[in-house]
């Protein structure tokens, strides 16, 4: 940012540049709020999370013990303090609304699952993400508001990481690459809702019988026997213990298959955590995850970041409270000169070349059935 001001031939304090993102953080709290409560809104709300190193001082500030969160950072720090340790492995997390489209982060001091419960306090809906028990624990104590569902991409990458049994892998591989080429014709043709929910019971469900039977049946092979401590094992353990989270999407169309778009938000956090290294502070980790929403919200909606963030700014400072004009989609219709069309046609590319690629992928595995067979 100092570069930025240095080309009109102002060099900005250290000092004067924080003051800066601190008001304007401030600012944009009251919205952030809002975009929360329009996001707990969704009837599914992705999740993940990614570490972050946090600094602290050697002299701990004074913490809200009343407030779960200040309570779960006084008890870290002062662990990290009794330990001598130089930070503290913090978490940013990100949740993904899959029918709304806002991206928002929050920033603990851990993987404690107090973060997430105090975010889905009021959800009522069901969280995809991995099979972190913290889901479950919250799904749990929901008094039936919230379900969980896995991502299967986490299942999948269990057995595309086993080195044993490779003929058994290959057959668990090739289920899962059936199941995403599925995906991807009800896709093309545009299916959702009911639709979509017949063509996976119709198509998809055989294919989660024969990985069912497979599980149910695998105990009473005598030819191979499958370790305890194997990988394979591990991966086998994986489905059958969370079956029924990763099955769920069959049933409710609004569904992914898997957790992938909102694991990709966890590059975002990368790509920043490579020029600033760390958070300085809880209030710096506060401001970060708060600046991250407002910028991925207007990405994810193709809108041109420094305009919506600039004038996002510039209203919530001259008093504007009405806070429903500045979600990032209806924004876009008062500033159509602002929306990136070109982002667009990349994600219409992106899924063409997908579309090839499985085709490609399709077509070398009927040539290799047919090579297998002579």
């Given amino acids: ?17 924080l003051n800066i993102l601190t008001n304007c953080h401030i600012l944009i709290k009251s919205l952030l709020a809002y975009f929360k409560q329009t996001l707990l809104g969704d009837s599914v709300i992705a999740c993940d999370d990614t570490s972050l190193k946090l600094l602290y001082p050697k002299v701990l500030p004074e913490f809200d013990l009343q407030d779960p969160k200040q309570k779960r950072a006084a008890e870290v720090y002062n662990a990290a303090l009794s330990a001598k340790k130089p930070s503290i492995n913090a978490k940013m997390w990100a949740y993904r609304g899959v029918n709304v489209k806002l991206n928002l982060f929050d920033f603990t001091v851990s993987r404690h699952r107090d973060g997430p419960e105090l975010f889905f306090a009021d959800f009522q809906g069901t969280i995809l993400g991995d099979c972190w028990h913290g889901f479950d624990a919250i799904a749990t104590n929901s008094a039936g508001n919230i379900v969980r569902a896995a991502c299967n991409a986490h299942a999948r990458r269990k057995f595309e990481e086993a080195t044993d049994y490779p003929a058994d892998r290959k057959k668990w591989m090739d289920w899962y690459w059936l199941l995403y080429d599925l995906e991807s014709e009800a896709k093309e043709q545009g299916l959702t809702g009911e639709a979509l929910v017949a063509f996976r019971h119709a198509r998809e469900q055989p294919v989660w019988e ?3 039977h497979e599980l149910d049946t695998i105990e009473t092979r005598t030819e191979q026997v499958v370790l305890p401590k194997s990988e394979l094992r591990q991966a086998l353990n994986y489905m059958r213990n969370h079956w029924q989270e990763l099955t769920r999407y ?5 569904l992914p298959l898997d957790n992938n778009e909102c694991e990709q938000l966890m590059r975002e956090v990368s790509i920043g955590r490579k020029n600033w290294l760390f958070a300085g502070s809880l209030a710096g980790g506060e401001r970060n995850a708060g600046f991250l929403s407002l910028v991925s919200s207007a990405h994810r909606n193709n809108i041109d970041v420094w305009a919506y963030v600039n004038d996002v700014l510039r209203r919530l400072l001259a008093g504007e409270t009405n806070y429903e004009p500045l979600l990032p989609w209806n924004w876009a219709q008062q500033h159509p000169e602002s929306i990136r069309t070109y982002r667009q046609q990349e994600r219409s590319d992106r ?3 997908q579309r090839d690629k499985r085709a490609k992928r399709r077509a070398n595995q009927k040539r290799q059935a047919r090579l297998d067979r002579r």
């Fill in 1 to 17: 940012m100092q570069n930025l001001f240095a080309g009109s031939g102002w060099t900005p304090s250290r000092s004067l540049l």
């Fill in 210 to 212: 024969l990985m069912r």
């Fill in 351 to 353: 899924d063409i070349r």
């Fill in 250 to 254: 069959l049933s409710d169309a609004q």
